[in-house]
C-alpha cells in the first residue's frame, strides 16, 4: 500500500506516524516512508512495476488493463464487489488504485488462446464499468476511453455523445483525426 501525505513537515510526520501505527496494529510487516523526492520515486518505482509484477503470476499471459472510478464515498463498495467477481470469474486480476480519487485499476491475466478466458475477461470488465455507473462514477479514470469503453458512452454521458459527435463533424469532416475512436459508430 503506498500513501502520500501532503502539508507541513510537522503534519506529514505525524500522519505518516498515525499510518504507520495503524499498519503496524493490522499486520503490517513493514513501512517505510520518505519526503526526498529521490526517495520517493525510489518507493513509487514499485508501483509503477506493478503490471510487470502482476503479469508474472501467470505464464504468458495476455493482460487486459481497465479501470473504473468511483465517488470516494462509494469506492470501498465497489471494490469489495469487484473482488467478489474477479474471484467468481475464476481468473486473476491484481487490482492497483488511487484511493484518493475513486479511480482503481484491474489486470485482468489471460490465455490469449483460450476463448472461454477472453469471455470471462470481458464479462468482468462489463460488470465493472456497469457498477461504476451504477454508484455515480464514470467507465474510466485512464483506461480504454479510445476504444475499449465506447460501448458504454451513451450509457454514461446520453444526449451530450450527439453534441460531441457534432463537433467532431464541425472540426474533422473527413474523420482523419483517430478515426473509430472514442465516440460510437452511428447507425
Request: hydrophobic share 40%; net charge negative; with cysteine.
Amino acid at each position: 500500500m503506498f500513501l502520500e501525505f501532503h502539508g507541513t513537515s510537522g503534519r506529514v510526520a505525524e500522519q505518516a506516524a498515525a499510518a504507520e501505527a495503524l499498519a503496524r496494529e493490522h499486520g503490517a510487516l513493514g513501512f517505510e516512508w520518505a519526503t526526498h523526492p529521490e526517495d520517493r520515486s525510489r518507493l513509487w518505482r514499485a508501483r509503477d512495476n506493478s503490471l510487470y509484477a502482476g503479469m508474472g503470476l501467470r505464464r504468458a499471459p495476455k493482460a487486459m488493463i481497465t479501470d473504473v472510478c468511483v465517488p470516494i464515498s462509494r469506492l470501498a463498495e465497489c471494490l469489495v464487489e469487484t473482488k467478489r467477481d474477479i474471484v467468481q470469474s475464476g481468473l486473476i486480476a491484481p487490482i492497483v488504485g488511487h484511493a484518493g480519487d475513486g479511480n482503481f485499476h484491474a489486470l485482468i491475466l489471460v490465455d490469449p488462446d483460450s476463448p472461454d478466458e477472453i469471455a470471462r475477461a470481458s464479462a468482468l470488465h462489463e460488470r465493472m464499468v456497469l457498477r461504476a455507473l451504477d454508484l455515480d462514477g464514470t467507465s474510466t479514470g485512464e483506461h480504454g476511453i479510445g476504444t475499449g469503453k465506447i460501448a458504454f458512452l451513451e450509457r454514461e454521458h446520453g444526449g451530450a455523445v450527439a453534441v460531441m459527435r457534432s463537433l467532431k463533424r464541425a472540426l474533422d469532416p473527413d474523420d482523419i483525426m483517430n478515426p473509430g475512436k472514442i465516440l460510437p459508430a452511428t447507425t
